[in-house]
């Protein structure tokens, strides 16, 4: 059974950095695909990035050139650079065994643990 647990997060001003880490408490499994979503107030929740068992990253547009993605054995990093406003939002973790189509990476559908969530809040 996957359990995932988050910690990190926090406030920050803008320009500063936060990391966010997700680790699956359960047996590990190497085959997990695991991706980070957020979602701010009154808003859908939006895939931020995800990384597959062999380490492959992927990030959504408003993200790449300034979150960066890595794991270690059952543990996935978040590295969130030059936070702005914008990216105040609750952040969750999930994850899925195997693989997902690439066009489908960034559907939370797609993912079937998710962890309980962690709020950032960015001041500007």
């Known amino acids: 059974q996957v359990q995932l647990a988050q910690s990190g997060g926090g406030l920050a001003q803008a320009g500063d950095s936060l990391t966010l880490s997700c680790a699956d408490s359960?047996?590990?499994?190497?085959?997990?695909?695991m991706a980070w979503f957020r979602q701010a107030p009154g808003k859908e929740r939006e895939y931020v990035a995800a990384?597959?068992?062999?380490?492959t990253t992927y990030y959504a547009d408003s993200v790449k050139d300034r979150f960066s993605l890595s794991r270690d054995k059952n543990t996935v990093y978040l590295q969130l650079n030059g936070l702005k406003p914008e990216d105040t939002a609750v952040y969750y973790c999930?994850?899925?065994?195997?693989?997902?189509?690439?066009?489908?990476?960034?559907?939370?559908?797609?993912?079937?643990?998710w962890g309980q969530g962690t709020q950032v809040t960015v001041s500007s």
């Open positions: 999930a994850a899925r065994l195997g693989y997902p189509a690439r066009a489908n990476l960034g559907s939370p559908a797609e993912y079937t643990y």
């Open positions: 359960g047996p590990t499994l190497i085959s997990l695909t």
């Open positions: 990384i597959t068992w062999s380490s």
